[in-house]
C-alpha cells in the first residue's frame, strides 16, 4: 500500500504566502514525477506544476513565477511554496505522485486526500 500525506493550506490574504507539503510512504520501489493538482468549485482538476526525478519541473502559466515546487527524492516528498497569493488561486490541491513497487516496472497514480487554499480578504 501506497499513501500520499498532505500537510499545509488554510486561509490567507491577497498576497500572502502558503507551503503545502507531502510525503509519500508505503510499499515504494520507484518515484517518477511528483506534482500538485488544484480544483476549484464547478472547475476540472487541473495541473498546477510537477517534478520529474530528475528535477524537471513545469509550471501552469497562472502560477509561474509565485510557485515554486521542491522535491527531497531521500525523504520521498514534494512541497510547494506558493507566494504572491491571488484569490483565483482559491481551490482544493491535491498532491500527485506516479509510484512503482519494489521490483515493478510500471507505476501507478496515487493521491493526496487534498488540503483547502482559500486566498481572501
Known amino acids: 500500500q501506497v499513501q500520499l500525506v498532505e500537510s499545509g493550506g488554510g486561509l490567507v490574504q491577497p498576497g500572502g504566502s502558503l507551503r503545502l507539503s507531502c510525503a509519500a510512504s508505503?510499499?515504494?520501489?520507484?518515484?517518477?514525477?511528483m506534482g500538485w493538482y488544484r480544483q476549484a468549485p464547478g472547475q476540472q482538476r487541473e495541473l498546477v506544476t510537477r517534478?520529474?526525478?530528475?528535477?524537471?519541473?513545469n509550471y501552469a502559466d497562472s502560477v509561474k513565477g509565485r510557485f515554486t515546487i521542491f522535491r527531497d527524492n531521500a525523504k520521498n516528498t514534494v512541497d510547494l511554496q506558493m507566494n504572491s497569493l491571488k484569490p483565483e488561486d482559491t481551490a482544493v490541491y491535491y498532491c500527485?505522485?506516479?509510484?512503482?513497487?519494489?521490483?515493478?516496472?510500471?507505476?501507478?497514480?496515487?493521491w493526496g486526500q487534498g488540503t483547502q487554499v482559500t486566498v481572501s480578504s
Open positions: 500527485n505522485a506516479k509510484i512503482a513497487g519494489p521490483g515493478t516496472f510500471w507505476s501507478n497514480d496515487y
Open positions: 508505503g510499499s515504494i520501489g520507484r518515484i517518477d514525477t
Open positions: 517534478i520529474s526525478s530528475a528535477g524537471i519541473t
